[in-house]
């Protein structure tokens, strides 16, 4: 089997938060690690770990204080936020615990509001979210408001803003940690349904049943990875 190119790579990544009045704390420490296109990767760790931080830096939403980062193949540490913006723009979704929705403006404005940054036409905007909207089994449902809807459904709702520039990746932090079990799940098996079709997933989740959609596991200790490895030869 030929390996696959590798999307995300950490060298010797290091995070440390500076606060006002020159106290500063380490969060990440010398973290090494690569994914592949196309892996689907839960990344655990008690809270306070690091996992949002590490989610971050990858998805370019901040920048390491040291090591180098590599996404798709490009050096990505040092580049300007303006850059950052560009890079997250192309390559990058993102999918939170939150949603992110904006409540009062229509679902097809929610999904489509990434293009607005990128000059697309008003109507090849609606064509696009409603596209999406299928993908995520949201069709009808794109001239109502969010706040109409379920939980379940606000996050397909963000997911199909995140799938709307074809992105490489897909970032979720604690994606479910909002929702019931069976909602859970049924966001989870979307996932999964994503994955199948090629897009690299990389999820933070505190839950070991939300993990299992996972093949591979990076378990952060204190800012150090303490387990990389298959989800199901993982033992605690
Ligand atoms: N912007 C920031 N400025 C200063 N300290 C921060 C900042 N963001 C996070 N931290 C600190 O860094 C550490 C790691 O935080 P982080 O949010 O990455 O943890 P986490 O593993 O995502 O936790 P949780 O499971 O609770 O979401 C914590 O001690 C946190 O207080
Ligand atoms: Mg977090």
Partial sequence: MSEKPIVIEVKDLCKT???????????????????YEGEFVAIMGHSGSGKSTLMNTLGCLDRPTSGEYFLAGESVAKRTDKELAIIRGQKIGFV???????MKRSIVDN????????????N????????????????????????????????????ARALIN???????????????????????N???????????????????????????MIKISDGRV??????????A
């Fill in 17 to 35: 938060y500076y606060m006002e009045g020159g106290a500063s704390q380490v969060v990440l420490k010398h973290i090494n690690f690569k994914i």
């Fill in 96 to 102: 939170f615990q939150n949603f992110n929705l904006m």
């Fill in 111 to 122: 999904v489509s509001m990434p293009l607005i940054y990128q000059g697309v036409s008003e």
């Fill in 124 to 159: 090849e905007r609606r064509e696009r979210a409603l596209e999406m909207l299928k993908i995520v089994g949201l069709e009808g449902y794109g001239d109502r408001p969010p706040s109409q809807i379920s939980g379940g459904m606000q996050q397909r709702v963000a997911i």
């Fill in 166 to 188: 074809h992105p490489k990746i897909i970032f979720a932090d604690e994606p479910t940690g909002n929702l019931d079990s069976i909602t859970s799940d049924e966001i989870m």
């Fill in 190 to 216: 979307l996932f999964t349904e994503l994955n199948k079709k090629g897009i690299t997933i990389v999820l933070v989740t505190h839950e070991d049943d939300v993990a299992d959609y996972a093949k591979r």
């Fill in 226 to 235: 303490e387990y990389d490895g298959l989800r199901k030869e993982y033992h």
